[in-house]
């Protein structure tokens, strides 16, 4: 037990009765505050992601293009599918087609950087249209799928003059971006249809209440390092999930005194989407990431993410921050779930 010597001799009665209530409410606020104690951890584990299709049964592919205004001068490196062999036989088992109609460059922002001294003048530029790519099987003409890509911003060239500036917007800055966007689909590509295996950091927690009902959350912390440690185990999370779900249903959002609060019910939202994330539940990670947006809206919120160690990751990247590693400075990927579990989310 912990004693509170407070110099009572130095004040005078009054001033010590009111010192006396002064420490009683502090105990009462301190009982509330550690009534429940959430402890987040902290562990990097193997997010695994399996290709978006199973493409076994295919053995080649070629490639079409799809453009509606200038075709640029070279498509760049021939696209990957994983597990196919790219052909240019007349019957290949499927058909890549890369499309990029409707380019829209319009939406731009004028910004300046200084270099040497010097303002150079460059355009912050949103590039939207109908760009991705379809799969489709030759022999019965299906399109297995159809995936696009997001508006996205690109900077360009930075100049000096004004004047060389727009010529470049107006002549070669198009004919870069539409390799640009060849390039992004290819890599969409890449990363859709393979399998990767990528180091992650997620941060679930243990839940310590006084609440009896919810005594067994207290116990998680052992299976919970074991499922989701270097090498995860995704079966291991199953119990885990149907307990978090079964308390999770009981969440009084608005009743601060609740067993389940607002508090442990935001705790729990994290630690299903860090399962589903090794579980790759895409729609059980969408739904616990929605929950979560419609009750947490505040300007100072942060939706449930988590951490990529590796600068090759493809995938939805909300931000990144950068990480001294074996000697050299790394970007780590920061994703939200939300923004995940869209992305990769078959419509």
């Known amino acids: 037990m912990v004693r509170l010597l407070l110099p009572f001799s130095v004040f005078p009665a009054a001033s010590r009765r009111g010192a006396l209530l002064l420490l009683a409410a502090g105990v009462l606020l301190t009982t509330g505050a550690t009534a429940q104690k959430i ?11 399996s290709a978006m299709m199973p493409l076994q049964k295919y053995k080649t592919f070629a490639v079409e293009y799809d453009f509606d205004g200038a075709s640029p001068s070279t498509t760049g490196a021939v696209p990957v599918i994983p597990g196919l062999q790219l052909t240019r036989e007349a019957n290949p088992d499927l058909v890549l087609k890369i499309f990029a109609r409707a380019v829209d460059l319009s939406g731009r922002t004028r910004s300046s950087v200084t270099r040497d001294k010097i303002a150079r003048l460059y355009y912050v530029v949103t590039c939207k249209g109908e760009l991705g790519y379809e799969l489709v099987e030759k022999a019965t003409n299906t399109t297995l799928m159809t995936r696009t890509l997001r508006p996205y911003s690109v900077a360009s060239k930075d100049f000096v003059s004004e004047g060389a500036l727009e010529e470049y917007m107006e002549g070669a800055f198009p004919k870069e971006q539409l390799r640009n966007i060849i390039q992004r689909v290819k890599a969409r590509v890449a990363y859709e249809l393979g399998a990767q295996d990528y180091r992650v950091r997620v941060k679930p927690s243990t839940i310590e209440t006084k609440a009896a009902a919810l005594a067994e959350l207290a116990q998680t ?10 090498t995860p185990h995704p079966e291991q999370l199953q119990p885990l999930i149907g307990m978090w779900s079964k308390h999770l ?14 508090k442990v019910a935001n705790a729990l939202i994290k630690n299903l989407c860090a399962a589903y994330l090794i579980q790759e539940n895409y729609a059980g990670m969408h739904e616990m990431a929605k929950l979560y947006a419609d009750h947490n809206k505040g300007i100072f919120d942060i939706q449930p993410q988590f951490e990529v160690d590796n600068e090759e990751y493809l995938g939805a990247t909300t931000s990144y921050h950068t990480s001294l590693s074996g ?3 790394r ?5 939200n779930y939300a923004l995940l579990s869209d992305d990769l989310a078959l419509k």
């Not at 249903?249 to 607002?262: F, R």
């Open 39 to 49: 402890e987040e951890k902290d562990l990097w584990t193997t997010y695994h992601k």
């Open 249 to 262: 249903a009981q969440v009084n959002w608005e009743d601060k005194k609740a067993d389940v609060n607002k």
């Open 221 to 230: 912390g052992p299976a919970l390092e074991a499922a989701i440690g270097e």
């Open 331 to 335: 970007n780590i990927m920061i994703v």
């Open 327 to 329: 000697g050299k400075m």
